[in-house]
């Protein structure tokens, strides 16, 4: 399968913003994601950004794509408690997902 | 309306039990997924559904038979699992294959 890479931990403060990285190695993909889970729940799309596309913003998320480093990040502004979830970043090729470990981002009041 | 359901919430089974698990979409989805996830890790893929047809099965065990009656059902049916198979069961459903998914909230399975 194709390697998606992430940090495992990322702590921040409340009212900070939150940057998580991710590194992908296929760079046919055509879509990139972020998904939030949160405890014993499923996971929840965040937003996506197509691969010719270098940066995305929705609200309080803003996803920046650097293709030719392969390079992911997804940053929550004003990051508050409840933003404390794991983060993964997925690629997709044809008909499957490859997702990352994921980030647990803590977020202290 | 983006969501996707899963029944029942929670499993707990012994190893001689047979149990379906059951995942509903009303989104006009083509394709379905059903994912394992183990404590800390990803979502692992085992089967893929388009247009109700099996694509693709991740080398799963027989124990593991996944069923699409439909093109809003998708029943994963559970048969002489073993203590390794305890896993929280996602199912996800996207427009065509290769789209953004949606998931459900999962069953959490323990096999004792």
């Known amino acids: 399968g194709e390697d998606v890479e992430q940090s495992l931990f990322l702590s921040v403060r409340e009212g900070d913003s939150s940057v998580i990285n991710c590194t992908y190695t296929d760079s046919s993909s055509t879509y990139l994601y972020w998904y939030k889970q949160e405890p014993g729940a499923g996971l929840q799309l965040l937003t996506y950004i197509f691969s010719n596309m270098d940066m995305k913003q929705d609200q309080r998320l803003t996803v920046l794509l650097n293709k030719k480093d392969k390079h992911l990040s997804l940053r929550i502004a004003d990051t508050q408690t409840g933003d404390s979830a794991i983060y993964f970043c997925a690629e997709s090729n044809f008909n499957k997902f490859y997702f990352g470990s994921g980030t647990k981002l803590n977020v202290k009041p | 309306d983006t969501e996707v359901t899963q029944t029942p919430k929670h499993l707990v089974m012994g190893m001689t039990n047979k149990k379906s698990l059951k995942c509903e979409q009303h989104m006009g989805h083509r394709a379905m997924y059903w994912y394992k996830q183990k404590a800390k890790k990803p979502p692992e893929l085992m089967f893929v559904?388009?247009?109700?047809?099996?694509?693709i099965n991740e080398s799963v065990p027989s124990r593991f038979s996944p069923e699409c009656p439909n093109s809003s059902l998708l029943n994963l049916h559970l048969h002489a699992l073993q203590p390794e198979d305890s896993a929280l069961y996602l199912c996800?459903?996207?427009?065509?294959?290769?789209?953004?998914?949606?998931f459900g909230p999962g069953t959490r399975l323990t096999v004792t």
């Open positions: 996800a459903s996207s427009r065509l294959t290769g789209d953004e998914q949606y």
């Open positions: 559904y388009s247009y109700e047809k099996l694509s």
